[in-house]
């Protein structure tokens, strides 16, 4: 009877060794996949869904070694929901490592200085794996964020990452808060003095030098001769608010009858700032406009290679117009103030 005890056991252990080799295999065995490829653990599924997913498509040989490492760990309800991205060096160990600490592939959005809310919005609806939730009505976006105002030029223009997934909403909110923080920031180490009554009519000026120059060592320029035709009750007379204004019947020119219109935004008639910002404006911008060049300047005109040439005077600046102007390009729709 002993004796045949011991050959039970003897058995018992040989298998039990035998199952040990068999499991470390399968837990060290790479991946087999000829190329990365991304795996979603769908949130709300239990973790083995995710390594069933991988055996039923051969990426692993048998999920059952794996689950009982996860279960005996009593981590198993770590894993975290979203997009992985698994590739042949890994094992069945390093993925269970990356849905327990929870490195999912993070996507991006980039949202670009100098767009329109419309555009931003557009960039944001086009993206596939942001979950859509936003209104189709502009007018009730500010409302859905729980936000006031009006949402031109109040979300901070930079690249975003995210999670698979990740409600449109969420990535407004976040630049919203950026927005707010880079203002307030620029705001407090303002020049002094400076004519606007508070940090928004200077997000307002800072969209609009946005919108005039892409060439950095220009928008202080740009900023102070703005600020010296408010300082002196001029109009601005920039093109890009004109366009703004006139919102989907721009069809890249500008004619005189529209700078004779009187709208909210015509700078060629009204005096002072438009009521809100024109694009997304980014901190250089923001800068700029808090931190004017000084000088006398008070015109300027676009050369046709992306940089302008500044006058002091009308008649400077009239000469200006005619020598760099006469092949402008048609659809050229930078600034050009003129009293």
């Not at 490829?37 to 999920?63: C, R, Y």
């Not at 042949?88 to 809310?117: C, P, R």
């Not at 919102?247 to 005189?256: P, S, V």
């Not at 992306?306 to 117009?321: P, Q």
Request: net charge positive.
């Amino acid at each position: 009877m002993r004796k045949r005890m011991g050959v039970i056991l003897s058995m018992l252990c040989i298998w039990a060794f035998a199952m040990a080799l068999y499991a470390a295999y399968m837990l060290n065995e790479k991946l087999q996949l000829n190329e990365p490829v991304v795996v979603t653990m769908q949130k709300g599924k239990p973790l083995s869904s995710f390594f069933h997913t991988l055996e039923k498509n051969n990426w692993i040989e048998d999920a059952r070694w794996i689950m009982v490492v996860a279960k005996l760990s009593g981590q198993a309800h770590l894993a975290r929901a979203g997009d992985y991205e698994l590739t042949s060096a890994m094992n069945v160990m390093d993925v269970l490592g990356l849905l327990l600490k929870g490195k999912t592939v993070q996507y991006k959005i980039t949202l670009v200085e100098g767009q329109t809310i419309k555009e931003t919005l557009q960039r944001i609806k086009s993206h596939e794996k942001l979950k859509q939730d936003l209104p189709g009505d502009l007018d009730k976006l500010m409302g859905f964020l729980d936000l006031s105002g009006h949402p031109e030029g109040r979300f901070f223009p930079d690249t975003y990452l995210f999670d698979a997934n990740t409600r449109a909403s969420e990535i407004l909110a976040r630049a919203q808060v950026r927005l707010e923080s880079v203002l307030a920031q620029e705001w407090q180490k303002r020049q002094q003095p400076l004519p606007y009554k508070n940090s928004y009519e200077a997000l307002i000026m800072a969209s609009i030098v946005e919108k005039e120059t892409a060439a950095a060592d220009e928008r202080e320029q740009i900023a102070g001769i703005f600020v010296r035709r408010l300082q002196k009750n001029m109009r601005l007379e920039t093109d890009p608010t004109v366009i703004y204004g006139m919102g989907d019947r721009y069809k890249g020119n500008i004619r005189r009858r529209h700078l004779k219109e009187r709208t909210a935004y015509n700078t060629y008639r009204m005096k002072g700032l438009p009521p809100t910002p024109i694009s997304l404006v980014g901190r250089e911008a923001i800068h700029a406009a808090l931190h004017p060049a000084p000088g006398e300047e008070l015109y300027f005109v676009a050369k046709g290679n992306g940089r302008h040439y500044f006058s002091a005077t009308l008649s400077e600046h009239n000469k200006a117009v005619r020598e760099y102007q006469i092949n402008r390009r048609a659809k050229q729709y930078r600034s050009t103030p003129a009293q």
